[in-house]
């Protein structure tokens, strides 16, 4: 009846501020922007979606709050990355590491790439937990299969024995979604988590990621040329194009009043199928 | 087109060789032939930069007409087993089934040889000439070539640009040669680069046992085995042609590095 | 005189693939990847093949235009056994059918220029250098593109460009019968857009019949006539495109539409039902119906009995399911 307005009615402070980020790449002895300006909140236990079309910036934006973006395409990248308060631009790679994967989760588009192939499930996870966590290994084991349970993972204890490559995409995805929550993250960032997937499948997928973020009470900031996957996850909306950011806005004030004629477009070629 | 420094240097020494190999009979400061018995053994002097051998013969000569051998051995085996191997390979890869089972099957047995041993015993059945040993290396070169051509066509063959071809109703051997053949070159080119090194070594090797040219004919390998012989009171006998050997395989061993630099997609997104 | 003559007819396609499962299991396994597909196409037709990864629709399509021949069943198209063994056969048959794929990326051969890939379809023909020419820009120019095109090479455009000429050079023939595999779905939505409106237009254009697979349920209700929809190797449902959406009945078909995102947030909290699971893993083929271990309604015969379609109503509308 009334629109779904997330909950947020005292102001908190944002968990993640990017402010004034440009990146610019070195294309052909050629200083190309590629970011230009972007500046976003993403407040606790909300989702920012990022939507765009390819090229438009938004995987270097998540790249770049990660900073793993390397040097070679890299040639500078200026601005604020204030994680919980602290500028991660002024950190080394090395200060970085501590950060990846502990406080930060990061969920790549395609999962079988993402994945090491010699590797099984377990031995990824055990290795991802034991890297950020004091535990044990039977500790360790422990924690990935109520890992791979809470992220739907049919047979946990069976399939953790598996290589990428035996699962299905589905599965390959849940098993990449649980590496990233294997620490407790306070912040997932996911790049285009169900692109690669089957429609059924991201439905699954997306429920998936409803439903954790309400029981780890995490921020989300979710990547994807989709505008319908946006509509579906998101409770605040960037729009990228070529670096910039075109609008940003509440999901509902989006999609029912967009303010700039490139978001109408967008909105208009999703109405139209 | 060359990357790096070392590209280029293998590219001007083989420049050179080949020159010096083409125009031996009219740049060659003496007759390689030319025994001066009186003379053998000389050290390196003005006139004979590189010193004489044990008889008497100008070794800067003789190495410049033993490129034409080395050089056009290494370049003539490797164009014929080439052109053999890519066939099959091509063949083999694109039409599958039982004709690549044998020819795999074979290719495994001929890897398994001691390729060098193999050589010698086809070149000793046959007779000790350079037309045999050009037999003998063809007979081992081939397979390389066999072996990585069906590699690649295997993963080309399925790309849909060739599955596109196959829909425009052209014959297999058009698709082979115009649509799969050009995209699988590049590894190709390196190959024959690296063979050719890989070849004049052998020929060395093979005129050094005194299975190749036959006695007195100016061959880096054979020159080296005569000086075997004085190498205490005459090591410059062996040693202007073994650097030679050394020169021309290294400077085929910078081209191919370079050419397989230039030709990995990944370098060229710079 | 029948009023719609169809172009194509298959019948009980099978495909199987062996699995290679280590040596002693040599040549037994093997992937049954069409399961009897049965399917006709009408000329002047658009038929759409719907269906998620790895449900056989793109094996379909590569079975009909030979690139890998069914291991049984039978294709005619125009009623005549289709026989490719000579050298003329092939020609003629690929004259008339022809495809277009899904990566624009892979489909063009990197080391030729455009101009050479248009102009090869009628060289292969027997055309002379200027009448190729000339069909060549003609081709270009039904795609939107123009001269300047010649003499590039692929990866000098864009991927909407790349498809355009995708679509010229299996159009420059005027072939009969197109067939179009998932041709739009590695594209943005605008060029995505773009692109069917394109297709559209050739199609009346160019006189043509149109096979066009995608996953996408949305693009098959805009784009085709008629639709089948796939699951495992077997047609599960048939039905008029534009009442695919509304009235499509199989559990399956009715959980690929539920699952497509709603793209109105305030839509969100009125969740569908999803299906549970995922496809079995190659090979695993359930007996009885296909869909029975991920169907929310699944009964008494559907684990032993497999449905075969079976008409609705008096019009085509087919489904396979015990439910009707």
Redesign the interface.
Same mark, same amino acid.
């Given at each position: 009846m009334t %629109?779904?307005t997330p909950e947020k009615t005292d102001t908190p402070t944002p968990i993640l501020v990017v402010k004034d980020l440009n990146v610019v790449f070195r294309v052909?002895h050629h200083a190309v922007p590629i970011i230009k300006n972007i500046s976003f909140n993403l407040f606790p236990k909300q989702t920012l979606g990022i939507v765009g079309? #390819?090229g438009s910036g938004k995987s270097v934006t998540a790249l770049s709050v990660m900073k793993l973006i390397d040097t %070679? $395409?890299l040639l500078h990248m200026t601005g604020q990355i204030l994680f919980q308060g602290r500028d991660l631009m002024t950190l080394s790679n090395r200060q970085m590491q501590p950060l990846r994967g502990k406080e930060l989760g990061f969920i790549f588009q395609e999962p079988m790439t993402a994945l090491n192939p010699v590797l099984t499930i377990k031995d990824q996870l055990v290795e991802m937990i034991r890297n950020h966590l004091k535990v044990t290994r039977r500790e360790a084991v422990d924690r990935a299969v109520s890992l791979l349970t809470e992220v739907g993972m $049919?047979n946990p204890g069976q399939r953790m024995r598996n290589y990428p490559h035996?699962l #299905? /995409? /589905?599965?390959r995805q849940r098993a990449m979604i649980a590496m990233a929550l294997s620490c407790n993250p306070k912040v997932l960032i996911a790049d285009e988590p169900t692109t690669a997937l +089957? @429609?059924? !499948?991201?439905?699954?997928v997306?429920?998936l990621f409803r439903t954790l973020q309400e029981e780890r009470q995490m921020s989300l900031l979710f990547i994807s040329? +989709?505008?319908? @996957?946006i509509?579906?996850i998101?409770d605040q909306v960037m729009v990228m194009r070529d670096g910039k950011n075109i609008e940003s806005a509440n @999901? +509902?004030r989006l999609?029912?009043s967009p303010i700039r004629a490139y978001t109408r477009?967008?909105?208009g070629? !999703?109405?139209?199928? | 087109m060359f990357q790096s420094k070392w590209t280029y240097i293998g590219a001007v020494i083989i420049a050179v060789f080949a020159l010096a190999a083409i125009f031996a009979p009219w740049l060659a400061p003496y007759n390689p032939y030319d025994m001066r018995l009186a003379e053998q053994l000389s050290l390196p002097t003005l006139e004979h930069f590189m010193g004489q051998d044990a008889n008497g013969v100008d070794i800067f000569s003789r190495l410049m007409h033993g490129a034409r051998i080395s050089l056009s051995v290494g370049v003539i085996v490797v164009l014929i087993s080439g052109t053999i191997g890519i066939t099959m390979g091509l063949v083999s890869g694109y039409y599958g089934g039982w004709p690549d089972t044998i020819l795999m099957r074979l290719v495994d047995i001929l890897m398994a040889f001691p390729g060098l041993l193999l050589a010698i015993a086809l070149v000793s059945v046959l007779g000790p000439n350079i037309l045999n040993v050009v037999i003998a290396l063809t007979v081992l070169g081939w397979v390389s070539f066999a072996r990585l051509v069906r590699g690649q066509v295997l993963s080309v063959k399925e790309r849909e640009y060739i599955q596109a071809a196959r829909t425009s109703g052209q014959s297999d051997a058009r698709i082979m040669v115009v649509h799969i053949f050009p995209n699988i070159l590049s590894p190709v080119i390196v190959q024959a680069t690296f063979s050719v090194a890989g070849v004049i070594i052998a020929e060395s090797s093979l005129s050094f046992l005194g299975l190749g040219a036959p006695p007195g004919t100016p061959s880096w390998g054979a020159m080296l085995s005569e000086g075997k012989q004085v190498i205490l009171e005459a090591p410059h006998v062996s040693i202007f042609p073994g650097l030679a050997i050394m020169l021309v395989v290294m400077a085929f061993n910078f081209l191919g590095d370079g050419l397989r630099d230039r030709f990995d997609p990944k370098s060229t997104i710079n | 005189m029948m009023i719609s003559e169809n172009i194509l007819e298959c019948t009980d396609i099978i495909k199987h693939f062996p699995v290679r499962g280590g040596i002693w299991r040599k040549g037994r396994n093997r992937i049954h990847v069409l399961n009897g597909i049965s399917l006709t196409i009408h000329k002047g037709e658009i038929m759409g093949l719907a269906g998620e990864s790895g449900c056989g629709k793109s094996t379909l399509a590569k079975a009909i235009v030979n690139l890998s021949p069914p291991s049984a069943g039978q294709i005619l198209y125009n009623g005549r056994r289709v026989s490719l063994d000579s050298a003329r056969e092939k020609k003629r048959f690929y004259k008339d059918v022809q495809m277009i794929f899904q990566d624009p990326f892979a489909s063009l051969n990197p080391r030729h220029k455009v101009g050479g890939i248009i102009g090869e379809m009628l060289r292969i023909h027997g055309a002379s250098p200027a009448d190729t020419e000339n069909a060549v820009l003609l081709a270009l120019k039904d795609v939107g593109l123009d001269s300047s095109a010649l003499d590039k090479y692929p990866h000098e455009f864009s991927g909407g460009q790349r498809q355009r000429v995708a679509i010229a050079r299996a159009l420059v023939n005027h072939p009969k019968l197109l067939i179009a595999d998932e041709p739009v779905s590695s594209l943005d939505l605008a060029t995505q857009h773009r692109i069917i409106e394109l297709l559209k237009s050739l199609k009346s254009r160019y006189d043509l019949t149109v096979l066009f697979i995608s996953h996408d349920l949305n693009l098959i209700a805009d784009f085709c006539d008629r639709t089948a929809v796939m699951y495992m190797g077997s047609i599960c449902e048939l039905i008029s495109a534009d009442q695919l959406l509304t009235h499509g009945r199989h559990p399956y078909v009715r959980a690929l539409i539920d699952s497509i995102p709603i793209s109105d947030p305030r839509m969100r909290m009125k969740k569908r039902t999803l299906v549970s699971g995922e496809v079995p893993i190659a090979g695993d083929l359930p007996t009885g119906c296909a869909f029975h271990p991920r169907c929310p309604h699944r009964f008494d015969p559907c684990d032993v009995h497999t449905p075969r379609l079976r008409s609705l109503t008096a019009d085509a509308h087919q489904v396979a399911c015990h439910l009707y």
């Open positions: %629109p779904t052909k079309e #390819s %070679p $395409p $049919p035996q #299905s /995409g /589905g599965m +089957d @429609v059924t !499948i991201q439905a699954q997306l429920e040329h +989709d505008l319908r @996957v509509a579906e998101a @999901v +509902d999609f029912h477009e967008l909105l070629l !999703i109405r139209y199928q | - | -």
